[in-house]
C-alpha cells in the first residue's frame, strides 16, 4: 500500500532549523524526521512513498537522492573509479535497508495540505493508500490500524493520540478552589488529530467541492469527511510526538541520545518483527539490502 506524506510546509515555528532546511529533514539522532516515519512504516511491509513538496522541495529531492547513492559506509576504488558499499554498515542505526520507492511530487510551494493531497491523487492509482505528515513520530501499530479501517468500511480513518504537552496541569473544583496541580505530564487530558490516516479513493470525490489551492486538509475536507459519516478515530494509546517546535526536537533529541527511542520500530526490541529480514511479512516484497551497487535499494522520480 502507498503510502502519501506532507513534507512541503514552510515550518515556520521551527525557524531555527528551517532556515536552512525542509521541515522534514530536521534531523533527529543524526537522521531526519522523514527517514524516521519512513522506517517506521517499512518495518510493516510499506515501502512505497509518495512526497508532497513545496518548500525547499529541492532539498528532498536531492537528499532521497543521495541517500539511495551514499547511505552507509563506502569504499571508493580510484584504481578502477568504482564506489562499492563497504561491510559494517551503521551499526548505530540497527536498522536494515528497505527496498524503497519514492515519488517526489511537487506541489506548489504556497500550497496548503488540501491541495496538496489532491494533487497526489494521479500517484495513488485509484487504491486505499495511507497518509501522514512529516513532522510526527510515533510507534502507532500500522497492522492494528489497516485492520481497524477495513473493519468500518468508511472512507476515511484517522489515528487519534494524546500528545506530550509542556504546560502544567490543574484541576479544581466548583467553586474554583485548586485541588491538585501536575508539572509538565507526559500527556494532554484531550486526544487531538495525530496523522496516520488510512483513506479509500473515494475520498476525492467527496471533498472535491470543498479543497482547493488555500483549502486545509484539517479544515473543511475533514470536516466534510465528518458531516458525511465518512470519518472514523482509531486510538492510539502508545507514543506519538510531532516536531514543531524547537522544544520539541531537543526533547525527542535527548530521548533519543538516551536510548529511549519508542517511534524506532527498527530496532531491536522496539517491535515485533522477523528479524531475519526485519520486515513482519515476508511473502511477494522485494529482498533486503542494497544489491551489488551503491543506490540498488531506493529508486525515486520526480513529477
Not at 59 to 64: D, F, G, L, N, T
Not at 166 to 193: M, R
Not at 205 to 226: H, K, T
Not at 279 to 286: K, Y
Request: hydrophobic share 35%.
Amino acid at each position: 500500500m502507498k503510502v502519501a506524506i506532507f513534507a512541503g510546509g514552510k515550518g515556520s515555528r521551527l525557524i531555527e532549523e528551517t532556515r536552512v532546511r525542509p521541515k522534514p529533514l530536521v534531523e533527529i539522532g543524526r537522521k531526519p524526521l522523514l527517514w524516521h516515519i519512513m522506517q517506521h512504516y517499512s518495518v510493516y511491509g510499506h515501502h512505497h512513498f509518495v512526497l508532497a513538496l513545496g518548500h525547499m522541495g529541492e532539498a528532498i529531492k536531492r537528499y532521497i537522492a543521495e541517500l539511495s547513492k551514499y547511505e552507509g559506509n563506502l569504499r571508493v576504488d580510484f584504481t578502477t573509479r568504482m564506489m562499492l558499499k563497504q561491510e559494517g554498515d551503521e551499526p548505530h542505526f540497527d536498522v536494515p535497508t528497505p527496498p524503497w520507492v519514492v515519488d517526489l511530487i511537487d506541489t506548489g510551494v504556497d500550497s496548503m495540505t488540501g491541495w496538496r493531497l489532491q494533487l497526489m491523487r494521479p500517484y495513488l492509482d485509484g487504491e486505499t493508500f495511507m497518509l501522514t505528515y512529516g513532522d510526527g513520530l510515533s510507534n502507532v501499530n500500522i497492522d492494528e490500524l489497516l485492520a481497524f479501517h477495513k473493519s468500518h468500511g468508511r472512507l476515511a480513518t484517522m489515528t487519534m493520540v494524546n500528545p506530550h504537552t509542556t504546560f502544567g496541569h490543574l484541576s479544581y473544583g466548583d467553586d474554583g478552589q485548586v485541588l491538585g496541580f501536575e508539572e509538565k505530564p507526559n500527556s494532554a487530558p484531550n486526544l487531538i488529530n495525530g496523522g496516520f490516516f488510512v483513506l479509500e479513493p473515494g475520498v476525492f470525490d467527496l471533498i472535491e467541492s470543498a479543497n482547493g489551492p488555500e483549502v486545509m486538509w484539517e479544515q473543511a475536507p475533514l470536516r466534510m469527511l465528518m458531516e458525511a459519516g465518512e470519518l472514523m478515530a482509531f486510538e492510539h494509546k502508545g507514543f506519538w510526538s510531532c516536531c514543531d517546535h524547537l522544544a520539541d526536537k531537543r526533547r525527542l533529541e535527548e530521548m533519543w541520545s538516551k536510548g529511549d527511542r519508542p517511534w524506532a520500530t527498527w530496532q531491536a526490541g522496539q517491535c515485533p518483527v522477523d528479524r531475519s529480514t526485519g520486515l513482519p511479512r515476508n511473502g511477494g516484497d522485494p529482498g533486503i539490502g542494497r544489491g551489488g551497487q551503491p543506490g540498488a535499494w531506493v529508486r525515486y522520480r520526480t513529477v
